[in-house]
């Protein structure tokens, strides 16, 4: 069974930073994060394929950056200059290729006070 855990959600101060790990139990080609506000559907934030080619939301760019150790299957999500609107639910999926299957992590809180 295929597992993918997040980790390192938690409360932080508008314009502080926070960095989001996923860990895998499989190799995976894509692997990246979408978040989920209250209330709001769950939007694309970042990718990066095993090749290290990265996809930034327009939101997120200049802010975020995303890394992988496809060695130790884990993608890592580093979020600086927060702002409250960054505040939401963050899941780490993984597919091993385009158009098949995304496996979903449980999902880690980010909390940003402002």
């Known amino acids: 069974q295929v597992q993918v855990v997040e980790s390192g959600g938690g409360l932080v101060q508008a314009g502080g930073s926070l960095t989001l790990s996923c860990e895998s139990s499989a190799n995976f080609f894509d692997m990246g994060w979408y978040r989920q506000a209250p209330g709001k559907q769950r939007d694309f934030v970042a990718r990066a394929t095993s090749f290290n080619n990265k996809t930034y939301a327009d939101s997120v760019k200049g802010r975020f950056a995303i890394s992988r150790d496809n060695a130790k299957k884990t993608v890592y999500l580093q979020m600086s200059g927060l702002k409250a609107e960054d505040t939401g639910v963050y899941y780490c999926?993984?597919?091993?290729?385009?158009?098949?299957?995304?496996?979903w992590g449980q999902g880690t809180l980010v909390t940003v006070s402002s």
């Open positions: 999926y993984g597919r091993r290729a385009a158009g098949s299957q995304n496996y």
